[in-house]
C-alpha cells in the first residue's frame, strides 16, 4: 500500500490566470480546433518504489511509467516535453527543478499534466490543522521540514505555473486535503465545449480521501487507482458521454466506482476543484482522431463495424437501440469509439449480445452464432381432452402443434380418470412428432386367495407371482387378472410355496415342500431328491449369483446349480454350521450370507467360510429366517430373537425392547426401492425408515361394509384423491356428511349422496401435499345410523419423499378379520385396494 498525500494543492488566493474575454484558442469562426485547446501540453510524472529512508513499495514506477506511455502514444504529448523522475531520480531538489522549468517554459495557452506516486504524510498542527506532505526519494517523516514539500510550497509552484489548464493526478494515501469545494461545470452546459476549452482550468483527481490509505498492489502490475485511470484513457472508456473527448470530470466518474468497487470501500477516489478554477476544464484528445468540421462539435472519427452470424434477418441492437437488420448475414455501420454493447435478436432464437470495443478509424469485424432457442412439436393425445404440460406449465389440450423450449423438456400428460404419463424429450428439432397415450385408471377390489398366507413374492412387469400355502398365483397388477398354479392343475410339485425366483430369462424358480420348479410359462421342469442332486425337496430359499449359479437352501444342506451339475454343501462335507437353511443372499463382492436354524449365519466366499453366531458376534440368536443386503452393503438379519444389521464391523440389534418392534420373531424382511425395510413379525408388520424403527401405521380402512376402493396415491405428487364407495348392502345407503381432518384435503363433492343397493359413486378430493413428503390422517364420516347401512371410513396413509405406490393395509370388517403375510410370517398385506381415478 502506498502511503501517499493525495493532490495537496489548496489555493490560497482566489486568482484568475487568464482573461475571458480575449477568447484565446479560438479560431476567428468560432469553432474549437485541435490548437483551440492546446499549443502545448507537458507533464511532470514522479514514481518512488526504492526509498532512501521510508518503506519501499512496489508498483508505483510501473504506475508512473504506464501514465507517461499513455499520454505520449495516444494522447499527442511530446516525450520531451515529459518530465520523468523516478526512485532515486527523484530527489526534493530535481522536483523542484522541475516545477521550475514548467514555470518558464508553459505559456498561456499550454496544460500541465501531473503525476505523482509515492508516499506521503499528513503532519497535525498546534492549532489542530493539517498540513500535507509528499516526500521525495530522501524524504524522512522525521526530518519532515527539511526533506519533504509541503502543501503551501505546491500552492506557491502552482500560481506561477502560466498554463491555461492544471490538471494533478496523485495516487496516493491520505489525500482529500486539497479542494475548494466547487462544482464542475456539467456537460449539458450552453457551449460546454467552448467553455472548457477557453477557460482556466485548476482540478484534482486522488486516489483516496483524506483519511484513507491507498492500495499499492491492484490488476496489472499497478495500483488499483491507476489501473482503472489508465485504462478509462487507454480504451477511451472514460468517454462517458460519447463527445470524442475525455474530461477530468468524466475521469473520475469512470475510476471511482471501480476503485472503491474493488478496494471493498476501503478506498474512494476523490475529485474537484482547486481555487482559482473558472470553469475550464483538462481534456484528454486521442491524437489524429478528432473531427472539428461541423461547427462546435467535436468528436472521434468513427470505426466501421461488420456484424456477422449464422442466421439472416436478426434485428441489430446496439447500446440498447435497434438499428436495424441483417441482410445476407451481416450488417455494417459507422460507430464512435469506445466499447458498445451489441446484440442479435430473433424470434425461435436465443439472443447473443457481447461488448465490442472500436478504436477510432478501425474497421473491425465481429461474429455471433444465434441458436434456437425453441422448436415446433406436434403433440397428440388419447383420449383427446387430455392436459399437456412442459416443465409444469399448462402447453395445450389435446392435440395441437405449439413451439416448446430447446434442449430436455419434462411433458407430463394428464387426464382426470387415467393414469398420467411422464416423459423427458429432447427437443432439437422442428415438427417434432410426439403421441402420449394414456391408460384407464383400474379399480381394483381386495382379493382373499382363499384366505391363505403369501410366503414369497416376485415382481415381473405388470405382474406379482405369489407364493402361497395353497399355490402358486401370478397377479396382472393392473387388471387384477390371476391365474392361479397347483398341484393339480399344473407341474407345480407342492401346493407348499416356500420360495419364488424370476432369472434374467425371466424363468421361474420356485421353491416348495415337494423339490424346487423351473416354469419358462409354458414348460415345468421339477428337481427333487428322486431325479437329481437336490439333497431334500423342502426348499426354504433361493438366490441367484452373477454367473447365474442357483444357489438353494433346503433341509439338508445348500446346493449349488449351474444348470448342469449340483454341488452339496452340508455340515459333513463343509464349515456350514446347519444344514437347515433357511435364508440366502449375495452381496456385490459374490460372497453368499447364509441363514441357518440353530446354526446362525456362514458367508463363504467360493472357498472360505467364516461364521458368526452368539458366541462370537453381535448376533441376537442363531435360529436365521431371513437375510436382505441394502444399497450400502449392510446386512439386516431376521432372528427369533429380533432384527440385527451387520455392516461388516459393528453389530445393532432391534427387539420388542428397544424398538417399535412388535415382537422379537422375524420371519421375513423386505426392502422397497426407497432403501425402506418392511419388517414381518408374528405380531404384525413394521416399518424401518432412516431415523429408527417405528411401528407400523393404523390400518389403513376399517369399514361398515361390503367393499372400499382408494384412488391411486402418488404421494408427494399428484393434486386430486378419489374414493370410491359402494353400496353393496341390502338397503339405501345416504352420505350426509364428509368430514376431512388433514389440511391436505378438500372434499370437491356435493351432498348429500342417495347409493341404491349396487350404486356405487367416486368420492373426489384437492390434495396438496407437503414439500417433504406426504402424511394423512383423514377420518371420512358417511352419518347414518349403523342400521340404516353406515359406511365409516377411517383413511390413514404414510410416506417419504416422492413415491408411487398402492394404498395397502389391514381390513377389518364386521364379522370377519383377514390378515395376509410375506415371507415365512406375517409381511405383506394382501388386501389389493387399487387403485381409483389419481
Request: glycine letters at 10%; hydrophobic letters at 40%; proline letters at 3%.
Amino acid at each position: 500500500m502506498k502511503k501517499i498525500l493525495a493532490l495537496m494543492l489548496i489555493f490560497l488566493l482566489s486568482f484568475s490566470l487568464l482573461s475571458q474575454e480575449r477568447g484565446i484558442g479560438l479560431r476567428e469562426d468560432g469553432r474549437p480546433s485541435l490548437q483551440s485547446f492546446y499549443r502545448e501540453s507537458w507533464a511532470l510524472v514522479v514514481g518512488i518504489n526504492d526509498y532512501l529512508r521510508a518503506p519501499k513499495l512496489r508498483y508505483a514506477v510501473n504506475d508512473a511509467k504506464a501514465i507517461v506511455d499513455i499520454l505520449v502514444n495516444s494522447y499527442g504529448f511530446k516525450r520531451e516535453n515529459v518530465i520523468e523522475l523516478y526512485d532515486k531520480d527523484a530527489t526534493k531538489e530535481n522536483i523542484m527543478r522541475a516545477f521550475d522549468r514548467l514555470r518558464r517554459l508553459a505559456s498561456e495557452n499550454d496544460r500541465v499534466f501531473i503525476f505523482f506516486a509515492g508516499h506521503g504524510i499528513t503532519e497535525v498542527l498546534l492549532d489542530g490543522r493539517e498540513r500535507g506532505f509528499i516526500l521525495p526519494y530522501e524524504g524522512s517523516k522525521a526530518e519532515v521540514l527539511t526533506t519533504a514539500i509541503s502543501t503551501d510550497q505546491l500552492n506557491e509552484i502552482s500560481l506561477f505555473i502560466k498554463a491555461k489548464h492544471l490538471f494533478i493526478v496523485m495516487d496516493a494515501c491520505y489525500g482529500g486535503l486539497i479542494f475548494a469545494r466547487a462544482q464542475p461545470i456539467s456537460a449539458e452546459a450552453l457551449d460546454y465545449v467552448k467553455i472548457i476549452s477557453t477557460r482556466v482550468a485548476r482540478k484534482a483527481l486522488t486516489a483516496g480521501g483524506r483519511d484513507q490509505p491507498v492500495f499499492d498492489t491492484g490488476p496489472g502490475g499497478h495500483s488499483i487507482f491507476t489501473y482503472y485511470f489508465v485504462d478509462g484513457l487507454k480504451t477511451m472508456s472514460a468517454d462517458l458521454n460519447r463527445d470524442g473527448i475525455i474530461t477530468t470530470s468524466e475521469l473520475m466518474d469512470y475510476v471511482g466506482p471501480r476503485v472503491t468497487a474493488e478496494s471493498k470501500g476501503v478506498q474512494t477516489p476523490e475529485y474537484g476543484v482547486l481555487l482559482g478554477d473558472k470553469g475550464g476544464d483538462f481534456v484528454f484528445i486521442p491524437v489524429g482522431v478528432v473531427d472539428v468540421s461541423m461547427g462546435m462539435d467535436v468528436a472521434l472519427k468513427p470505426g466501421r463495424l461488420t456484424i456477422v452470424s449464422n442466421v439472416d434477418g436478426a434485428d441489430v441492437y446496439v447500446d440498447n437501440r435497434m438499428i436495424g437488420k441483417l441482410e445476407g448475414n451481416k450488417f455494417t455501420l459507422d460507430l464512435k469509439p469506445g466499447k458498445h454493447l451489441v446484440e442479435l435478436r430473433k424470434d425461435r432464437y436465443t439472443s447473443a449480445r457481447g461488448e465490442v470495443l472500436i478504436s477510432p478509424g478501425e474497421a473491425k469485424e465481429v461474429k455471433f452464432t444465434l441458436s434456437r432457442s425453441t422448436f415446433s412439436v406436434n403433440v397428440k393425445t388419447e383420449p383427446e381432452d387430455a392436459l399437456v404440460y412442459v416443465n409444469d406449465k399448462l402447453l395445450g389440450k389435446g392435440s395441437f402443434r405449439a413451439d416448446v423450449e430447446a434442449g430436455k423438456v419434462k411433458f407430463r400428460v394428464e387426464r382426470e380418470g387415467y393414469e398420467a404419463v411422464e416423459r423427458e424429450v429432447v427437443v432439437d428439432r422442428d415438427d417434432l412428432e410426439l403421441k402420449f397415450v394414456l391408460n384407464r385408471i383400474v379399480v381394483w377390489t381386495k382379493m382373499r386367495l382363499n384366505g391363505n398366507s403369501v410366503l414369497s413374492v416376485a415382481f415381473e412387469g405388470d405382474y406379482v407371482w405369489l407364493g402361497t400355502t395353497n399355490g402358486l398365483v401370478k397377479l396382472n397388477r393392473f387388471t387384477g387378472e390371476k391365474i392361479n398354479y397347483n398341484k393339480s392343475t399344473s407341474g407345480l410339485p407342492s401346493d407348499y410355496v416356500r420360495a419364488i425366483l424370476i432369472d434374467s430369462q425371466g424363468h421361474k424358480w420356485i421353491g416348495t415342500y415337494g423339490g424346487l420348479a423351473k416354469f419358462d410359462g409354458v414348460r415345468w421342469t421339477v428337481y427333487n431328491t428322486s431325479n437329481l442332486g437336490l439333497p431334500s425337496d423342502n426348499v426354504y430359499a433361493i438366490a441367484v449369483d452373477s454367473d447365474g449359479n442357483k444357489w438353494i437352501g433346503t433341509g439338508k444342506g445348500l446346493a449349488k446349480f449351474d444348470g448342469v451339475r449340483w454341488t452339496v454343501y452340508n455340515t459333513s462335507n463343509s464349515d456350514l454350521p446347519s444344514d437347515n437353511v433357511y435364508a440366502i443372499a449375495i452381496d456385490g463382492q459374490g460372497n453368499k450370507w447364509i441363514g441357518t436354524w440353530g446354526g446362525g449365519v456362514a458367508k463363504f466366499d467360493g472357498v472360505k467360510w467364516t461364521l458368526y453366531n452368539t458366541s462370537n458376534s453381535g448376533l441376537p440368536s442363531n435360529n436365521v429366517y431371513t437375510i436382505v443386503i441394502d444399497s450400502n452393503g449392510n446386512k439386516w438379519i431376521g432372528t427369533d430373537g429380533g432384527v440385527a444389521k451387520f455392516d461388516g464391523a459393528n453389530w445393532i440389534v432391534y427387539n420388542a425392547s428397544n424398538s417399535g418392534l412388535p415382537s422379537d420373531n422375524i420371519y421375513a424382511i423386505a426392502m422397497d426401492s426407497e432403501g425402506t425395510k418392511w419388517i414381518g413379525t408374528n405380531g404384525g408388520v413394521t416399518v424401518y425408515r432412516e431415523n429408527g424403527v417405528k411401528p407400523f401405521p393404523k390400518p389403513y380402512a376399517y369399514f361398515y361394509s361390503n367393499k372400499l376402493d382408494f384412488g391411486k396415491l402418488y404421494l408427494g405428487e399428484i393434486n386430486r384423491l378419489g374414493l370410491k364407495v359402494s353400496n353393496d348392502g341390502g338397503s339405501e345407503l345416504k352420505i350426509t356428511d364428509v368430514s376431512v381432518k388433514s389440511s391436505s384435503f378438500k372434499f370437491l363433492g356435493k351432498l348429500p349422496i342417495v347409493l341404491n343397493r349396487g350404486d356405487s359413486v367416486n368420492l373426489s378430493f384437492l390434495f396438496s401435499p407437503s414439500s417433504v413428503g406426504f402424511y394423512v390422517d383423514t377420518v371420512l364420516v358417511y352419518s347414518n345410523s349403523h342400521s340404516d347401512s353406515v359406511f365409516k371410513v377411517i383413511l390413514v396413509g404414510s410416506g417419504e419423499g416422492s413415491m408411487d405406490r398402492d394404498a395397502a393395509g389391514i381390513i377389518k370388517a364386521p364379522g370377519e378379520e383377514m390378515l395376509l403375510a410375506l415371507g415365512f410370517g406375517l409381511l405383506l398385506l394382501l388386501l389389493i385396494l387399487i387403485l381409483g381415478s389419481g
